[in-house]
């Protein structure tokens, strides 16, 4: 991740984005928060997700059933012993948080799962 992404998070933000941790479940600003707007990368800004298409999985972090297109890159994580898939922000390469597929929460079969941390909202 470039340093210039990383001068303005501060401790726990960057625990999350540049480490690839996972803040607490059911602690995060925007796990049950549903107002309209746009969700950006707290670390660059970019575009990420639209509130529509966000929605309660009740997993205990923000839930996502798609990106705005070419925002977010998938990479393979063997981390806890299992194969799961990390998201990170298309721009800075920041972390995310996983996506899952399979589970049908909603039509688009999709969960973006993503730490408030990660995340900062832009109203409508």
């Known amino acids: 991740m470039d340093t210039k992404y990383i001068k303005n998070l501060n401790v726990k933000e960057k625990e999350i984005i540049v ?3 996972t803040e607490r479940p059911f602690s995060g600003e925007y796990n049950d928060f549903f107002q309209d707007g746009t969700y950006v ?6 575009q990420l997700f639209e509130s529509g298409t966000k929605f309660n999985s009740n997993c205990g972090w923000p839930s996502f ?3 705005i297109k ?3 890159l998938r990479r393979r994580d063997l981390s806890l012993g299992r194969i799961r898939t ?8 920041g ?4 996506v899952f597929e399979g589970e049908n929460y909603t039509v688009e079969n999709t969960r973006y799962c ?3 941390l990660s995340l900062k909202f832009i109203p409508k």
């Open 65 to 67: 059933d798609n990106v």
């Open 70 to 72: 070419g925002s977010v």
């Open 19 to 21: 480490n690839a941790r």
């Open 41 to 46: 990368c707290k670390a660059c800004e970019v």
């Open 114 to 116: 993503v730490n408030s």
């Open 86 to 93: 990390e998201i990170l922000c298309s721009n800075c390469e």
């Open 95 to 98: 972390h995310l948080g996983h």
